[in-house]
């Protein structure tokens, strides 16, 4: 990113394990300052008025006051700040009114992990920027972008009816970083990745995902990574080795973790 000064930065939202994920994410880019967070709409527009933030990332669904009608509010007290959204929130209507009150982007949370950082640059630069998934959709009416809308080049969908390959490993190490490797990349687009695997596998790839630069406690407090002890599902699978028991023990064990990742609103990868 090239950021000629340091850019002060207001984060908006009022789920906090949400808003340390963000924190942690802009400070990959030393030049990106928060200098205050806050959980609702109105106290936004407070500390807008009085820091005069060089950037405000706002959530939608926000107590007191809604973050649209935020936005409209810090346009008129902090006009020089820009506006980014980081919402779940995927309306048609939501994203064009919330695109309508001047703000510089609109970025789905689920797309955050890929997204944020590229958004924030072109949102900063003057042009903006729509996550993949709603540029896509025709969800922005391109008669209300005025400038040049950025949309990421990359975007992972997969058919419904697909197979899924089934890998043998001769080691443990070819293992982890394998597994290590699909876990990260499902979260750097955005998607839940879920994992069962002995207690020895998961301490494994924690540590290679840790030592990749993936902060592993905020990927499990935001159900980013849900990981499973395979002794669970084999527990319910005694004396001679049942195949069909234990696929069904560990399919109610995904679907678990599934329906947690779905709480998020997040696609899911499950391994």
């Not at 990113?1 to 994920?21: H, N, P, Q, T």
């Not at 990959?28 to 806050?38: A, M, W």
């Not at 797309?111 to 903006?128: I, K, N």
Request: hydrophobic share 45%.
């Amino acid at each position: 990113m090239e950021i000629a000064k340091s850019v002060r930065v207001l984060v908006v939202d009022d789920y906090e394990a949400w808003r340390r994920f963000v924190c942690s994410t802009l400070q990959k880019r030393l030049e990106l300052q928060v200098i205050c967070e806050v959980s609702d709409g109105l106290e936004a527009v407070q500390r807008a008025k009085e820091l005069q933030p060089d950037l405000v990332l706002l959530d939608i669904g926000l107590p007191t006051l809604n973050g649209i009608e935020a936005a409209r509010q810090i346009r008129q007290l902090s006009p020089s700040s820009k506006i980014l959204f980081l919402s779940e929130n995927q309306s048609s209507d939501i994203v064009e009114e919330a695109i309508c009150t001047g703000a510089g982007g609109y970025v789905v949370k689920s797309d955050a992990a890929r997204s944020l950082l590229p958004a924030v640059e072109a949102v900063l630069q003057g042009q903006q920027f729509v996550s993949t998934s709603l540029a896509q959709r025709d969800l922005v009416a391109q008669d209300e972008i005025s400038s040049t809308v950025v949309v990421p080049q990359h975007s992972y969908k997969r058919d419904a009816r697909s197979r899924h390959p089934v890998d043998f490993y001769l080691e443990d190490s070819a293992f982890v970083a394998s597994f290590a490797n699909y876990i990260e990349t499902a979260i750097a687009n955005g998607k839940a990745a879920v994992l069962i695997a002995s207690e020895s596998h998961h301490a494994s790839i924690r540590q290679r995902l840790r030592s990749s630069g993936v902060d592993v406690d905020v990927a499990v407090e935001l159900n980013y990574y849900i990981s499973l002890d395979i002794a669970d599902s084999l527990s319910s699978v005694k004396g001679a080795f049942d195949g069909d028991r234990l696929a069904t023990a560990a399919s109610f064990r995904t679907v678990e973790a599934v329906r947690a990742a779905e709480q998020r609103h997040l696609h899911v990868a499950v391994g």
